[in-house]
């Protein structure tokens, strides 16, 4: 069986681009001016890696990745409602 080249298929491009682009907001996380810039790069960091090990599960076939990715958007969603609560708090005073 002969293997393919990861940069030859659509999806190993897709994939790069993605992880290209998620070290581009490492800056924006960083360097945020506010704490809530921060949190909305980390989070569309974690949303692209997320659609990352869903193309690599496709991509290897090994779909049990997933379930790993559902359960990483999970937290995330859970992440930015707790991060946006707590923030509402923060207001209020």
Do not use: C, Q, W
């Amino acid at each position: 069986m002969v293997e393919e080249n990861i940069l030859v298929d659509p999806l190993g491009l897709a994939i790069i681009v993605l992880l290209l682009t998620s070290f581009i907001l490492i800056y924006r996380v960083i360097a945020g001016p506010t704490l809530p810039d921060r949190i909305v790069g980390l989070n569309t960091i974690t949303t692209k890696i997320v659609v990352v090990i869903a193309l690599l599960s496709v991509l290897l076939k090994e779909y049990y990745l997933i379930d790993l990715a559902i359960v990483l958007l999970l937290v995330n969603a859970v992440g930015g409602l707790i991060f946006s609560k707590h923030f509402e708090k923060e207001g209020e005073r």
